[in-house]
């Protein structure tokens, strides 16, 4: 009984806070990738107020380590970035969100380095954190295989779910690296023990491996090319085993490549079948049948790659130890290690196949060239549909527009920047493109413009300390554990994708690597100090209210707001969507979102004055939000026209290419309540927030 009780206790305690850490980002991916507070507010509170328990309690690493100086600088950020409330460009609220969700990664990395400390712990988490993307993979494929194959889907690719295709590819390319660095310990650990269950391990983790790569593929996004290249280098570069690393790539690559026609379709006749109506004689509905048709055998095709590569993945130890002896033997008879060799030679191989792959017979320079040339000189609207044959072959994008806008309002605010969140302001005003982006779409970036060279500075304090724990890492010895390569092959890749798109904004994809550099800094600072109890416990106090006041009123507030434009809610039970907005405003009184839908249920209730009210209300809270002032312009519009007209036109000055603003503006001057103008009378709740997807 006592042996059982003292298992029990140890799985308690070792396995399962590992275990909610790790699968966390799952549940989140779930919930639109935990990008709205109302989904991931609640977590955050978790992460946090555990974080402060674990600090209270002795865990809290202090200011004299690596570890140390990555917390705070990583803590420093978060207060930074609440603080920015203070200065906001156009939106308090904004700020107030991004500062919540600093701190949830915060949190995550705290907690990386109490649970995550020594290599035990580490490796179980890599595991386990992969295993949860594995379960994302197969209920995916149980999806294509179902009645409904195309809701995974938007435009072809691949976006559930998450709801937002380069996220859902980052999160399935940090998953692969994850289980491939599994598949390599699987193997290390096979060679001592000799065990049939290291190589079960060894390949249900290169299978997954291996499906979360296709579907990676199957979700198309250009911004991971790069970033795969740098985490394949940093995984080559920290690992001992290399030979076993290029074995397994080589079988996944292999893998792709066997199934790229049936993965191919799917995008293919979806793309087909969208170009229906714009195709003259195209039957749309065997268009359709096709495209789903196609999902299921792209679904069939990942499947019996899985399997396949999960038999190979059970043999390869064994060829992994034939092939290390020979190789071995060669570079002690001619003093040259191959592997360099052999590496460059599968690297000329995978570019050759891309040239003769390249889209339009076009070679790969053509390509480069012409991706670069559409980012520098980006169309009025960056909205192409795809190439008929793959997205990778289209062009055209607005953010190194994005990119020039935050380097002039980084110039133009050095010290604090605009205020977390509110890049969207300042890209409406020297925009030259027609886009409207809320984020940067670049992490470095973003610290830069919206908190200037403070915020900056503190987050590359944090990159540089887990860098340098990277390299105290791979010069640990040749003994190192083949986990670690697979975590630092992940967190490089999202420190390459997210440098290039906005995976800050998405916890389900960030946090994993977020709490990975955690763990690693505090793996390399064995001897690193704890912040002494008596200052921890009433500092972790504090800050656990102070989160609490951060964290819950947006929280409350954003779910308020949902109920409020829900709408069932809003036809069935008009009173208590109307009730659900203000409760929202209540909860967030910087918001100015509550009091737009508030104004649009008056309006349907038929108290117009109610409707002017809230719309008057919504400018006062965000005077300098061109997106607020043109919607709540017809609401004023019915109480006082000249009022109305003049919120046109502040929203024209603040976004001097504002589409429609004339009609807006003819509009709420004549105070047509029948005006179909965005925030007009008959504008739906629904259609004022940014959808979930």
Request: glycine share 10%; proline share 6%; hydrophobic share 50%.
């Amino acid at each position: 009984m006592t042996a059982a009780r003292l298992t029990v206790s140890r799985v308690l305690c070792t396995y399962v806070p590992v275990a909610v850490l790790a699968l966390v980002p799952a549940v989140l991916a779930l919930r639109f990738g935990g990008y709205h507070p109302r989904h991931s507010g609640w977590v955050v509170l978790g992460l946090a107020l555990w974080a402060c328990e674990r600090a209270a309690r002795g865990r809290l690493s202090a200011p004299g380590s690596l570890a140390g100086i990555a917390t705070f600088a990583l803590l420093g950020l978060t207060a930074w970035t609440t603080t920015s409330i203070a200065w906001a460009d156009t939106s308090t609220h904004a700020a107030w969100v991004e500062g919540s969700r600093a701190a949830g990664y915060a949190a995550a990395f705290v907690l990386g380095g109490a649970l995550l400390a020594n290599a035990r712990g580490y490796a179980r988490f890599v595991w386990m954190a992969g295993a949860g993307i594995s379960l994302l993979a197969v209920a995916t494929i149980v999806r294509m295989l179902g009645g409904a194959p195309l809701t995974s889907f938007v435009a072809g690719r691949l976006d559930w779910p998450i709801g937002y295709v380069p996220g859902v590819a980052a999160m399935y390319l940090i998953g692969m690296f994850l289980l491939l660095g599994v598949s390599v310990a699987a193997e290390v650990r096979w060679a001592a023990e000799r065990t049939l269950a290291r190589l079960t391990i060894s390949g249900a983790a290169l299978a997954g491996a291996g499906t979360c790569a296709a579907f990676a593929l199957l979700a198309q996004s250009r911004g991971t090319i790069p970033a795969v290249l740098v985490a394949i280098i940093a995984t080559l570069v920290a690992t001992p085993t290399r030979v076993a690393w290029l074995l397994r790539i080589a079988l996944i690559g292999g893998a792709l490549v066997a199934s790229s026609g049936p993965i191919g379709d799917v995008y293919q006749s979806q793309f087909a079948w969208r170009q229906a109506p714009f195709t003259q004689g195209a039957d749309q509905g065997a268009l359709l049948t096709a495209a789903e048709g196609n999902a299921r055998t792209g679904a069939a095709a990942i499947l019996v790659a899985a399997v396949a590569l999960g038999l190979l993945g059970m043999m390869l130890p064994l060829l992994s130890t034939a092939l290390g002896a020979r190789l071995h033997a060669l570079r002690a008879r001619t003093g040259v290690n191959p592997l360099l060799p052999a590496t460059v030679l599968a690297v000329a191989l995978i570019v050759g196949v891309l040239a003769l792959a390249s889209p339009g017979g076009r070679s790969i320079p053509d390509r480069a060239r012409e991706q670069i040339d559409t980012c520098l000189h980006p169309p009025e609207r960056v909205n192409d549909p795809g190439s008929a044959t793959s997205y990778f072959a289209t062009t055209g994008t607005g953010r190194c527009d994005y990119y020039r806008v935050a380097l002039i309002a980084a110039k133009q605010y050095p010290v604090a920047g605009l205020g977390a969140g509110n890049f969207r302001g300042a890209y409406v005003r020297d925009r030259r493109t027609g886009e409207e982006p809320l984020v940067t779409h670049s992490l470095p970036l973003q610290l830069l413009s919206e908190l200037g060279f403070i915020g900056a500075a503190l987050g590359a304090t944090t990159l540089v300390c887990v860098v340098l724990a990277m390299l105290r890492f791979v010069r640990s010895g040749p003994q190192r554990d083949p986990a670690f390569a697979g975590a630092i092959g992940a967190i490089a890749y999202w420190c390459g994708h997210a440098s290039i798109d906005w995976l800050w904004q998405l916890p389900a994809v960030s946090l994993v690597p977020v709490a990975l550099a955690g763990g690693l800094v505090a793996c390399v600072s064995p001897g690193q100090r704890r912040v002494r109890l008596a200052v921890a416990a009433p500092v972790a106090a504090g800050v656990a209210l102070a989160v609490v006041a951060v964290v819950l009123p947006v929280t409350m507030a954003d779910s308020a707001l949902r109920r409020a434009r829900d709408p069932e809610l809003r036809t069935q039970h008009p009173e208590q969507a109307l009730a659900a907005a203000r409760d929202a405003r209540r909860f967030d009184p910087s918001w100015a979102e509550p009091s737009i839908t508030e104004g649009v249920l008056q309006l349907a209730a038929g108290d117009r004055e109610g409707a002017a009210a809230a719309g008057r209300r919504a400018v006062a809270a965000e005077p300098r939000s061109w997106s607020i002032q043109y919607r709540a312009a017809g609401l004023i519009a019915l109480g006082d026209t000249y009022q109305g007209q003049r919120a046109v036109l502040a929203a024209r000055a603040l976004n001097p290419r504002l589409e429609g603003a004339t009609a807006a503006t003819d509009a709420a001057a004549s105070g047509d309540g029948d005006a179909k103008v965005p925030g007009g009378p008959d504008a739906g709740p629904d259609s004022l927030q940014i959808p979930d997807a």
